[in-house]
């Protein structure tokens, strides 16, 4: 496939589905093995290691895609990646397992040998490498290695788990499963498909950078921008939980969760966007659009199969989950519409390092989201989604309102200084 704008975008859905599929069929797997209390546990695990894992990489994925095509040291610049990630993988695993009676005393078990304790520290350790890698492949553009790789560990993951149970206690069987899938997939990745991604790569705990460099610059300010559009995932079902309870708190977890997975096939394109025009940016003003007419449509055609098979969907959770959240998964699923525009954009401003603009039109779509949600939630849970979808809308018509007048006032300035340019004539002069 000639179109590698759309051919990675599709390889982005394939992982996500093949993720979705494969992670069903893990857990169904340990849920009919091990006792809830065991599977709890482990879930919760993968779930802690999840989250260090993105905490862990700083922004770096970013920074690889924007920055690695073009170093002059690539090498160096990946082992500097490696290394960060890695020792912040370390000290945030350390202290959660410190400060696990604190926070999470139902997560004991995972400190109470030695052996559970370095499973869960290479399980943090493992996924944030493994994720970091998923950006190497993107900067490299060869995503079929991070599918690859996905599809590896997922069907390594449920041999390693049929394998383990008989032999081990349940929590610990599939964490370990889990940790051991991940573990030989990353080996995979750093050969053969490192070495194919990267020709001459080598590791080293030695690298040439420093961190004031417009590499580290541009990770960190992208990170914390990562970390503010991830907020709504994590507290909103905390808020609906302290405000309706947990009963609606759970109707809450299930349909949000899943509008937002759905919506996020259609993001693949921004994504992909970004992969392919990082390299190019002279080139980004054309692709944006593409993705634009490739994004859009999916979104919209993955709301309509939303809306109409989400009462079937929900049905298999209870009746209370269709009675309650058939409606709000439905406008959850439609804000994936204006939420992949606004990710279009977003990335197209990273290929030109506009990060003032990136952060403050995505402070603005979760600020503004989170507080009409949270000011309408008053009125029910279906009200607050018809706000989260109405910000979304809002703030993507403000971002292009403002890049319309920002790029009006570049044509005057440049019509300034050089008189009667024509309109096709200015473009070359931005």
């Known amino acids: 496939?000639?179109?590698?704008?759309?051919?990675?975008?599709?390889?982005?859905?394939?992982?996500?589905?093949?993720?979705?599929?494969?992670?069903?069929?893990?857990?169904?797997?340990?849920?009919?093995?091990?006792?809830?209390?065991?599977?709890g546990i482990a879930s919760g695990a993968v779930s802690a290691a999840t989250l260090f894992a993105g905490l862990a990489q700083l922004g770096l994925g970013y920074g690889l895609v924007r920055h690695l095509a073009d170093s002059d040291d690539p090498n160096s610049l990946l082992n500097l990646s490696l290394i960060t990630s890695g020792l912040a993988a370390l000290v945030l695993a350390g202290l959660f397992?410190?400060?696990l009676p604190l926070w999470g005393p139902e997560l004991l078990p995972l400190r109470a040998s030695l052996t559970a304790a370095l499973v869960f520290v290479s399980l943090v350790l493992s996924t944030t490498t493994t994720q970091l890698m998923h950006w190497v492949f993107m900067a490299a553009r060869r995503l079929s290695f991070s599918l690859w790789k996905m599809s590896i560990?997922?069907?390594?993951?449920?041999?390693?788990?049929?394998?383990?149970?008989?032999?081990?206690?349940?929590?610990?069987?599939?964490?370990?499963?889990?940790?051991?899938?991940?573990?030989?997939?990353?080996?995979?990745?750093?050969?053969?498909?490192?070495?194919?991604?990267?020709?001459?790569?080598?590791?080293s705990l030695r690298f040439n950078r420093s961190f004031r460099t417009p590499f580290a610059s541009y990770s960190f300010v992208n990170y914390l921008a990562d970390q503010v559009n991830r907020a709504p995932d994590t507290v909103?079902?905390?808020?609906?939980?302290?405000?309706?309870?947990?009963?609606?708190?759970?109707?809450?977890?299930?349909?949000?969760?899943?509008?937002?997975?759905?919506?996020?096939?259609?993001?693949?394109?921004?994504?992909?966007?970004?992969?392919?025009?990082?390299?190019?940016?002279?080139?980004?003003?054309?692709?944006?659009?593409?993705?634009?007419?490739?994004?859009?449509?999916?979104?919209?055609?993955?709301?309509?199969?939303?809306?109409?098979?989400?009462?079937?969907?929900?049905?298999?959770?209870?009746?209370?989950y269709v009675a309650e959240g058939a409606t709000l998964l439905s406008l959850v699923a439609l804000s994936g519409a204006p939420t992949v525009l606004l990710a279009i954009f977003v990335n197209y401003l990273r290929v030109h390092d506009r990060l003032r603009a990136v952060s403050i039109i995505m402070a603005c779509s979760v600020g503004i989201g989170m507080l009409l949600f949270v000011t309408l939630m008053q009125v029910g849970l279906v009200a607050a989604g018809a706000g989260w979808l109405a910000a979304q809308v809002a703030v993507l018509a403000g971002a292009l309102l403002w890049w319309r007048c920002t790029n009006r006032a570049r044509r005057s300035n440049v019509s300034d200084v050089v008189p009667g340019v024509e309109a096709s004539e200015r473009v070359a002069y931005q």
């Open 153 to 203: 560990q997922s069907a390594l993951a449920i041999v390693l788990l049929i394998v383990l149970l008989p032999r081990m206690s349940g929590y610990l069987a599939i964490v370990t499963a889990y940790t051991l899938a991940t573990i030989l997939a990353l080996a995979i990745s750093f050969w053969p498909f490192l070495a194919l991604a990267q020709p001459g790569y080598r590791f």
């Open 1 to 39: 496939m000639k179109d590698s704008l759309f051919f990675n975008a599709y390889l982005l859905i394939a992982m996500r589905i093949l993720g979705a599929g494969m992670g069903f069929l893990f857990w169904m797997l340990a849920a009919h093995a091990a006792a809830a209390d065991e599977v």
């Open 236 to 320: 909103l079902p905390l808020i609906v939980i302290q405000q309706f309870g947990a009963g609606t708190g759970a109707v809450f977890f299930i349909v949000w969760t899943l509008g937002r997975s759905i919506a996020a096939w259609a993001g693949s394109i921004a994504e992909s966007l970004f992969a392919e025009a990082a390299g190019r940016p002279e080139r980004a003003g054309v692709q944006v659009w593409r993705a634009a007419r490739l994004g859009l449509p999916m979104a919209l055609g993955i709301a309509a199969a939303v809306i109409l098979a989400g009462p079937l969907i929900l049905k298999a959770y209870g009746p209370e």
């Open 97 to 99: 397992l410190i400060a």
